[in-house]
């Protein structure tokens, strides 16, 4: 792989690292307010659990697992390129799901 490509498959995997970013803190942010004004409840029984015990466990374990996502995906390897890539679209593909779901909630409430 020549220095080119090289910085070219970074700089990819920096562009999905910072729309996952972008993502997991918009579901992180909608979470906390939907359940907050009891538009939603949080399926998800890990945070489910964390939420019920206090929202900073919720927000401390949203930025702990997106801090280690930052990590794998920053450290440069040419072996896990291509498991970098398509897990960061699949994680990509989940939070869109999520981000609709959470805008469909908000327009039905809020709107």
């Known amino acids: 792989m020549n220095k080119l490509t090289a910085k070219l498959n970074q700089s990819t995997i920096e562009n999905l690292l910072s729309i996952i970013v972008i993502l997991?803190?918009?579901?992180?942010?909608?979470?906390?307010?939907?359940?907050?004004?009891?538009?939603?409840?949080?399926i998800n029984p890990i945070n489910k659990m964390l939420l019920d015990k206090n929202p900073i466990f919720f927000v401390i374990f949203k930025l702990f697992?997106?801090?280690?996502?930052?990590?794998?995906?920053?450290?440069?390897?040419?072996?896990?390129?291509?498991?970098?890539?398509?897990?960061?679209?699949?994680?990509?593909?989940?939070?869109?799901?999520?981000?609709?779901?959470?805008?469909?909630?908000?327009?039905?409430y809020i709107f």
């Open 65 to 108: 697992t997106a801090l280690l996502l930052i990590i794998s995906f920053i450290i440069p390897n040419k072996k896990t390129y291509y498991l970098r890539f398509y897990g960061g679209i699949l994680l990509i593909v989940s939070l869109s799901f999520v981000t609709i779901l959470h805008l469909r909630w908000i327009r039905l």
């Open 24 to 42: 997991n803190s918009f579901d992180c942010y909608a979470t906390l307010w939907g359940v907050r004004h009891q538009f939603i409840v949080e």
